[in-house]
């Protein structure tokens, strides 16, 4: 059933930091009060990646794609319905709560919104410290020390540590929530949209600071968001989502330079460029919309939309393979071999 | 990809040629009295657009874009917003002189705008047809019935498929490229002379907003609309804008030519935003960890208590006394290149 027909996607060598094998979460429909479930929004529907220590995996697509249920479900926060996610050789997909405890610890998210995801009635240094309180990190006085710390990490002054976050400036709270997220010294950031609530001149320095961090503190990072030139510059690996399923995969060079999936194409060519000049590049436009995640189109899912689709992808899924040296996509124009520029095939 | 659709031309009017302007914003001043005190939300912006142009104006939220566009409308909340000073000269008539009768045949019909979340502007309880032949029916005085058959052709001339069907569908049935499609259509409905689009692709995807900015050129060049377009995205501005004004805190800091806006910026905060935002190309040639973006220091002050001197000088790097102690004039420091900054013509002379 899979769409993903390696378990190697992306890196080779034993046990990278995190692995996520043949990924599926379908979310059940309810209609009226008494109704069985109707059908279900295959959000994410199988989808495979690694981590290595150190890296940025960008995974980029447009509202609805599944990519923030890819991070969500990763950490647990919501249940898989099917695949394994593997961290460091362990496979945490079936530990309840209490054994989740210590992986908890190693994976933390940071969230879009740094208005709605930090507690109002919480002063700022104890929304950072509270991570260290549930996992009984660190005596009350120690911990103060510790925040302080993280405070000064982040680049907010200490003496805000007593303020509530409606006192503080969008840029700010992003700040307030990475603290937060470093406290427990992780090994792996979910950050699910970053910055895109933010101001551009703010949303400088909030990804200036991510990969300060990362330098520092040798971290790595699941980067979830939509803006393609973000992802790219912050980025090791690419991924693309399209309804539910990475459709390309590579080094976020090749997937600039050779995008191997029509969709990569679309998207690239999409991203206005802040240059004067850009505006006559060759593009393409695509039509219609983004089909229901709850009734997905049969075959390729991105066959509705695809200026060169054939007969072939109304009813076959395309694998993911390895088209070219650590660069894979799942698309029926590259099986049997590479074919640029992407176009019809002949006589299709 | 053309339809053969029969399409009716803009008003004529005075200043309706090419290249002539059709709306000037003088020293406009727009303050909202507020109990925390008097918010400058505009304080003295001018510009101006021509017929068939689109002027991209720029800026972060708070620095007054998106109220200069309602002030050209009349739509701002008073109390307790107030244009306290300035003039809005459309087709030779100053808007602020009008009454609000006279305003109402202006809106929509001469001067029509579009917004960026189109589920809260239009109506979720009316057709998408009744919508659109609305402002038909008040401006041109049509019959309901060739109102709404206008309707149509106006749904299809934005490219939506199945437009007699579509027509009798409420907003919450559509998606979002679909919603901004049927405002693009209200808007256009009445052939305006300008067309406000405040942040008109913001909430789309990038696809979706690929599809919207490429109707909006078509149906430029078409109508020969002047367009005002507001967006905090430099990237639609490169690609859509053929002038540009930058704001920052109320006031126009820069203004110049795409070409001249991208290629050599005369503004410290110009330069600063160019340089904070990831330029696709440039990062996906960049090892990761190789290029640090230009940060803009601080944020943006409040507006109801504005530093001293230059508003723009607690985060420049070249800030000195002078720029500490005085506002600087806006400027014409090349032929169509107007920038607010003490430091300009250095800036400019050796912009590397």
Redesign the interface.
Same mark, same amino acid.
Request: charged residues 25%; negative net charge; glycine residues 4%.
């Given at each position: 059933m899979s769409a993903q027909s390696s378990d190697q996607v992306g890196g080779n060598g034993p046990a990278p930091l995190l692995e996520v094998q043949g990924l599926k979460k379908h979310f059940p429909l309810h209609q009226g009060i008494f109704s069985r479930g109707s059908g279900q929004v295959y959000a994410v529907d199988g989808v495979s990646f690694r981590i290595e220590r150190g890296e940025?995996l960008g995974l980029v697509g447009?509202?609805g794609c599944g990519k923030s249920t890819v991070g969500r479900t990763l950490l647990k926060l919501l249940d898989p319905t099917e695949g394994k996610i593997i961290v460091r050789g362990a496979d945490i997909t079936d530990l309840d709560a209490a054994q989740m405890l210590p992986y908890r610890r190693q994976m933390q998210m940071i969230y879009q919104d740094p208005y709605a995801s930090l507690n109002p009635r919480m002063p700022a240094g104890e929304i950072v410290g509270e991570p260290l309180t549930i996992h009984r990190i660190a005596a009350p006085k120690e911990r103060r020390e510790r925040v302080a710390h993280l405070f000064e990490r982040v680049g907010l002054r200490q003496e805000l540590m007593d303020s509530y976050p409606h006192e503080f400036?969008g840029?700010q709270r992003q700040r307030i929530g990475i603290a937060r997220a470093l406290a427990l010294s992780p090994e792996l950031i979910v950050s699910d949209e970053p910055v895109s609530a933010l101001?551009?001149?703010?949303?400088?320095?909030i990804?200036?600071l991510l990969?300060d961090l990362?330098?520092e503190l040798k971290l790595s990072y699941l980067f979830v968001a939509?803006d393609?030139?973000?992802v790219?510059?912050?980025?090791?690996r690419v991924a693309v989502m399209y309804l539910g399923r990475i459709v390309e995969t590579t080094d976020?060079?090749s997937?600039?330079?050779t995008p191997l999936h029509p969709y990569t194409e679309?998207?690239?060519?999409?991203?206005?460029?802040?240059?004067?000049g850009?505006?006559d590049r060759k593009?393409v436009?695509?039509?219609g919309?983004?089909p229901s995640p709850i009734k997905p189109p049969p075959g390729c899912h991105f066959h509705t939309r695809c200026p060169y689709a054939f007969a072939r992808c109304r009813h076959e899924v395309p694998a993911l393979r390895q088209a070219l040296p650590g660069h894979w996509v799942s698309c029926h124009l590259h099986d049997g071999g590479v074919r640029l520029p992407l176009a019809k095939p002949a006589g299709a | 990809m053309n339809r053969a659709v029969p399409v009716e031309q803009a008003k004529a009017g005075p200043g309706s040629g090419p290249d002539e302007i059709v709306l000037e914003i003088e020293n406009l001043k727009t303050h909202f009295f507020t109990a925390a005190g008097v918010v400058r939300a505009v304080d003295g912006v001018s510009y101006a657009v021509r017929s068939g142009e689109t002027l991209g104006v720029v800026g972060?939220?708070g620095c007054g874009k998106s109220v200069t566009a309602l002030s050209v409308l009349r739509l701002v909340a008073s109390p307790p917003g107030r244009i306290v000073d300035g003039a809005i000269r459309f087709a030779g008539t100053n808007l602020l002189d009008l009454t609000e009768s006279e305003m109402e045949a202006i809106r929509g019909n001469d001067i029509s705008m579009i917004f960026q979340e189109p589920m809260t502007s239009l109506n979720p309880l009316m057709t998408v047809g009744r919508q659109i032949s609305e402002a038909i029916v008040l401006h041109q005085g049509l019959a309901r019935r060739a109102a709404f058959d206008q309707a149509v052709e106006m749904l299809r001339r934005v490219h939506i498929p199945e437009p007699e069907r579509r027509v009798h569908a409420y907003p919450h049935q559509l998606?979002g490229?679909?919603r901004q499609r049927v405002m693009i259509a209200m808007a256009l409905s009445c052939g305006p002379r300008v067309l406000i689009a405040d942040e008109p692709t913001t909430a789309l995807?990038?696809?979706?907003?690929?599809?919207i900015?490429?109707l909006m050129r078509e149906l430029q060049q078409r109508l020969s609309t002047a367009i005002i377009l507001i967006t905090?995205?430099?990237?639609?501005?490169?690609?859509?804008a053929d002038r540009v004004v930058v704001m920052y805190a109320g006031r126009k800091v820069e203004e110049a030519t795409?070409?001249d !806006?991208?290629?050599s910026p005369g503004h410290p905060y110009t330069m600063?935003? %160019?340089?904070? *935002?990831?330029? !696709?190309?440039v990062?996906?040639?960049t090892e990761?960890?190789g290029?640090? %973006?230009?940060? *803009?220091?601080g944020?943006?002050p409040s507006l109801a208590n504005l530093p001293k001197g230059c508003t723009f000088a607690p985060r420049c790097g070249f800030a000195t006394d002078e720029c500490r102690a005085d506002y600087p004039p806006l400027l014409q420091h090349r032929r169509g290149h107007w920038v607010a900054c003490w430091h300009a013509d250095r800036l400019l002379g050796g912009s590397s």
């Open positions: 940025t447009e509202s400036s840029g101001d551009v001149s703010i949303q400088a320095q990804i200036n990969m990362q330098e939509h393609l030139a973000v790219e510059h912050i980025s090791d976020k060079t997937l600039f330079e679309a998207l690239l060519s999409a991203v206005p460029i802040p240059k004067y850009a505006r593009r436009i695509l039509t919309d983004v | 972060e939220s998606s490229g679909m995807d990038v696809t979706i907003q690929a599809q900015l490429d905090h995205d430099l990237g639609v501005v490169a690609e859509n795409a070409k !806006l991208f290629e600063g935003l %160019l340089g904070s *935002i990831p330029n !696709l190309e990062a996906a040639h990761s960890r290029v640090r %973006l230009t940060e *803009i220091k944020m943006v």
